[in-house]
């Protein structure tokens, strides 16, 4: 008897799309379902998606636990709000000049996003729930590839190809930002304190190769690893690889 009378739980893409049906029972909902995505956002780019439970949120916007299931049944559902939500407003760049460039923007943009919000990165399917916000940033992807004499199946690879790559390179440059933090020391720092050892265990006789490139490039980025460096080097030769395709 009970059952009867509950409300039933919206599946995903009802959340996404924000059409639940309306069943009239129940306490009268005080939350919408933008304000708990809002402030899981919040929550996830001070303290990491590990910090959002369904407790921590609820803390947040001051309600019992079990008050947010009746809005949204787990944390995989809340996880792909908040990502749809994040696609929906990112920036999106003019498409205009030759396609390197127009596809060069959507991996800036992309990668902008992920910057700004570390923990999207790794919580970014390939293939991500179809919401508005995932709906307008393939279609915006898509016309940086339009008109190229690809045929649809390939315009899909290219674009699932590139921001594979867009992804690895975000949460890259997060986790040297997260060791950094850990250690307390930015990269010169870092060498400061540990080249004197360095120096006795790294044998040019035994290493030589990689103690001449790896001098080469520490000197070049004035640090082991430079992100940034990273992402545009490899923008460059992700884009030489869409060339074969495109241009044969």
């Known amino acids: 008897m009970t059952a009867a009378t509950e409300t039933p739980k919206p599946n995903l893409l009802e959340l996404l799309w924000r059409a639940a049906p309306e069943t009239g029972r129940g306490p009268r909902k005080k ?3 933008d304000e708990i995505v809002a402030a899981a956002i919040g929550l996830a780019d001070a303290e990491g998606l590990e910090a959002v439970t369904v407790r921590r949120l609820a803390q947040e916007l001051g309600k019992a636990p079990m008050t947010l299931y009746t809005y949204v049944p787990g944390k995989t559902e809340l996880v792909a709000l908040m990502l749809d939500a994040l696609f929906e407003r ?5 498409g205009t000049g030759p396609w390197r460039e127009r596809l ?3 991996a800036r943009d992309n990668y902008a996003l992920y910057r700004e919000h570390p923990w999207a990165a790794a919580a970014s399917p390939g293939r991500p729930p179809l919401g508005p916000g995932q709906c307008a940033k393939y279609e915006h992807e898509l016309q940086a590839l339009e008109g190229l004499g690809l045929d649809d199946v390939e315009m899909d690879d290219a674009l699932a190809y590139l921001l594979a790559f867009v992804r690895s390179a975000a949460q890259d440059a997060a986790q040297s930002e997260a060791e950094r933090a850990a250690t307390g020391m930015d990269d010169q720092e870092w060498w400061e304190a540990n080249g004197p050892l360095l120096a006795k265990v790294l044998d040019t006789e035994r290493f030589p190769t990689a103690v001449r490139v790896g001098q080469a490039a520490g000197e070049a980025h ?4 430079n992100a940034e460096h990273a992402f545009e080097f490899g923008l460059g030769r992700t884009l030489d690889g869409l060339a074969a395709l495109i241009e044969r």
């Open 104 to 106: 060069a923007a959507v």
């Open 31 to 33: 939350l919408t379902v």
């Open 90 to 94: 990112m920036g999106r760049t003019p």
């Open 222 to 225: 004035d640090a082991a690893y």
